[in-house]
Antibody
Framework: EVQLVESGGGLVQPGRSLRLSCATSGFTFGAYAMSWVRQAPGKGLEWVGL??????????EYAASVKDRFTISRDDSRSVAYLQVNSLKIEDTAVYYC????????????WGQGTLVTVSS | NFMLTQPHSVSESPGKAVTISCTRSSGNIASNYVHWYQQRPGSAPTTVIH?????PSGVPDRFSGSIDSSSNSASLTISGLKTEDEADYYCQTYDDSSHVFGTGTEVTVL
């Protein structure tokens, strides 16, 4: 059974940092690109960024709203994806979801349950 | 970048059908796969249609997806509506370097 489990969220002050983790199981993690998607309270879904599989260079892409502040990485040996979030702003408050992207589909077939990040002083 | 516009809400009676549109503001809707996600209140999204018109296993055949190049839009049709279909629905597609979600549609089963 494919499972994606996010962790690392919490209450953090503006300007601080967090590292979110996405622990996976039930599939060959290294074969897949992984994306992070967030949802602010009462709002729609917003793509944050992705990391391609190492077969495709392990390269990353980011939404303009988070570029230069957020970093996605992966540890294929542990089947975990990470989202490092720096210089947090009030508007980064959201549930952060980890997703799996089948090869070349540009979409997601599995989602985690999400982890809530609240940015407040 | 481009935007994907969906109706804010749709409603219909049980047993009827609804169609949700997803219009791409620029670029060809048919040039990249479109995916659809369902999000029930308080839950994470799940995939109901992937790659334009493919249903994941476990998704009932009441859900179908299509692409219309003439209107540069994608559509999700839910037939035989059930109360369990009440949820928010999002379309999503991508270009070379980014993924884009639609604005979301709330489906109410009257």
């Amino acid at each position: 059974e494919v499972q994606l489990v996010e962790s690392g969220g919490g209450l953090v002050q503006p300007g601080r940092s967090l590292r979110l983790s996405c622990a996976t199981s039930g599939f060959t993690f290294g074969a897949y690109a992984m994306s992070w998607v967030r949802q602010a309270p009462g709002k729609g879904l917003e793509w944050v960024g992705l990391i391609r599989s190492n077969t495709y260079g392990g390269t990353t892409e980011y939404a303009a709203s988070v570029k230069d502040r957020f970093t996605i990485s992966r540890d294929d040996s542990r089947s975990v994806a990470y989202l490092q979030v720096n210089s947090l702003k009030i508007e980064d408050t959201a549930v952060y979801y980890c997703t799996r992207e089948p090869l070349r589909s540009g979409g997601y077939d599995y989602w985690g349950q999400g982890t809530l990040v609240t940015v407040s002083s | 970048n481009f935007m994907l516009t969906q109706p804010h809400s749709v409603s219909e009676s049980p047993g009827k059908a609804v169609t949700i549109s997803c219009t791409r503001s620029s670029g060809n809707i048919a040039s990249n796969y479109v995916h659809w996600y369902q999000q029930r209140p308080g839950s994470a999204p799940t995939t109901v249609i992937h790659e334009d018109n493919q249903r994941p296993s476990g998704v009932p055949d009441r859900f179908s997806g299509s692409i219309d190049s003439s209107s540069n839009s994608a559509s999700l049709t839910i037939s035989g509506l059930k109360t369990e279909d009440e949820a928010d629905y999002y379309c999503q597609t991508y270009d070379d370097s980014s993924h884009v979600f639609g604005t979301g549609t709330e489906v109410t089963v009257l």
